[in-house]
């Protein structure tokens, strides 16, 4: 007599994917990658990691066209990585929420990051990719339509983690927090599509 497979149940299936969504930014891809910066298997630290996300985070913007006004957002450690953030301060309207999405996923596909996944979602819309060496980077829209770029990295070595040396393309918000509200009006991306 043969035995039927049993299937997990829904409460095992739910907490395999809980437990294993936030391993995800600690993982990593095997390769060097567009973005590795050092090869694969070679020591980082936070430090260098954070630079490394910095790199990735300005690149993307600057594949971004027309130009948008941006903002450090805060930087935050965990037990094995860093993650960095750029907060747009120029309004993207609805119509053209997409179309800025849209950009970040091609200048990502370009330089061999692999899409994760496309949050389609009218009101929050998002793209998330990831490395081969690992980092994790995405594109959001959040509240009142304001776009949050984000750079994960892998687990690395733990050290003290400096400021961002880059200078933002607009007012710096220092020691603001919460940053204000997209207020930078752009006759592209703050306009209807079509």
Wanted: proline share 7%; hydrophobic share 35%; with cysteine.
């Amino acid at each position: 007599m043969r035995r039927a497979k049993r299937a997990l149940p829904p409460v095992a299936v739910v907490l395999v994917l809980a437990l294993g969504v936030p391993l995800a930014g600690c993982g990593s891809e095997q390769g060097d990658g567009a973005s590795a910066g050092k090869e694969s298997g070679a020591t980082m630290d936070m430090q260098e990691a954070a630079e490394q996300s910095d790199a990735m985070l300005d690149a993307v913007l600057k594949g971004i066209d027309p130009d948008v006004q941006w903002a450090h957002g805060p930087t935050t450690t965990r037990a094995c990585g860093v993650t960095r953030r750029r907060t747009v301060m120029t309004i993207v309207s609805p119509e053209r929420r997409q179309t800025f999405l849209d950009r970040a996923e091609t200048f990502w596909r370009k330089n061999d990051y692999r899409i994760k996944a496309v949050n389609k979602d009218e009101k929050f819309p998002a793209v998330y990719a990831v490395t081969r060496s690992g980092f994790g980077v995405s594109v959001s829209f959040r509240g009142k339509g304001q776009a949050f770029l984000e750079a994960d990295s892998p687990c690395v070595e733990e050290s003290k983690v400096a400021a961002p040396t880059t200078e933002p393309n607009g007012p710096a918000y220092e020691d603001v927090y919460p940053l204000p509200r997209p207020n930078v009006r752009s006759d592209f991306w703050s306009g209807s599509g079509g």
